[in-house]
Nanobody, 124 residues
Framework: QVQLVESGGGLVQAGGSLRLSCAASGLTFSVYAMGWFRQAPGKEREFVARISRSAGARYYTDSVKGRFTIARDNAKNTVYLQMNTLKPEDTAVYYC?????????????????WGQGTQVTVSS
């Protein structure tokens, strides 16, 4: 049974930092590209970042470029999202997801497995 479990969310002031983790089990982690998505109240789930199987390619949505960094440790079956200079508009539930394809894709339907999400709240 595949499980993706996010952790590291919380309440932080604007300008602060958080590091999200997503631990994967039940799948061969190294053959999946991994992505982070977020969903704010009343809004659709949106793409945040993606990292290829070997971490050779990373992609970000424009609003987080220069502030967020995605990374992975295939030995630990874990993907991370380092979030710096957080803004109130970053407030959302953050989800990690796994995509069997290593080609860049940001659409939700491309991702096969999903975690339950972790709440990130940024106060102004």
């Amino acid at each position: 049974q595949v499980q993706l479990v996010e952790s590291g969310g919380g309440l932080v002031q604007a300008g602060g930092s958080l590091r999200l983790s997503c631990a994967a089990s039940g799948l061969t982690f190294s053959v999946y590209a991994m992505g982070w998505f977020r969903q704010a109240p009343g809004k659709e789930r949106e793409f945040v970042a993606r990292i290829s199987r070997s971490a050779g390619a990373r992609y970000y949505t424009d609003s987080v470029k220069g502030r967020f960094t995605i990374a992975r440790d295939n030995a630990k079956n874990t993907v991370y999202l380092q979030m710096n200079t957080l803004k109130p508009e970053d407030t959302a539930v953050y989800y990690c997801a796994a995509d069997r394809s290593d080609f860049y894709r940001s659409d939700i339907q491309a991702y096969e497995y999903w975690g339950q999400g972790t709440q990130v709240t940024v106060s102004s």
